[in-house]
């Protein structure tokens, strides 16, 4: 009597057959490259939320060098915040080197958006090819480098950037 080979033997089969299986394992993300003057940033594709052309910006008294503004986005007021000056790329008395074309919303409850001189591409990347900087990668801004291409792509670390954004600023304290 032979054996039949059913279809549901067939099915426990790896589904990357070919692949390493270390490759199988290792967490994949979608990342927004954008070029901010010579510089290319990244923040992963599901903590943006929009790219729009560059809004006419209202201006916010008092505040940091790298608040630009508010703008209108969809409906939402978003904070937008230069990332050449939250990377510490220019000082507060240099004129913008980027000539920003694009505004890249971010979600999350702080409303913020980035001025972008162009979004690039989404590329999908293993998240352990980004190099940590320093020897504790979650506390900055820059959660590390990425090397794509042959250029090198900070990946931004968004739950910090209204920190960084605010640095050396004193927060509006609630009246009694």
Known sequence: MTEKTEFADIS?????LGQSEGEDRRERRELLVARCGER???VFAD???????????????????SVLGVAGVRGRISTVLDPIVILGERAAEDEPAARFDFIITLRGDEQ????V???ERIIEIFTDDIEPLGSSPST?????????EGKL????NVRELFTAAMQGTERRR???
């Open 12 to 16: 426990i089969l790896p589904r990357t």
């Open 40 to 42: 290319l940033i990244g």
């Open 47 to 65: 903590e943006a939320d929009h790219v729009v052309t560059w809004k006419p910006l209202s201006p916010l008294p008092n505040a940091p060098q």
């Open 112 to 115: 913020l958006a980035l001025a």
């Open 117 to 119: 001189e162009r979004a």
């Open 140 to 148: 900055g801004v820059v959660l590390g480098l990425l090397q794509t």
């Open 153 to 156: 792509v900070a990946v931004l």
């Open 174 to 176: 609630k009246r009694d």
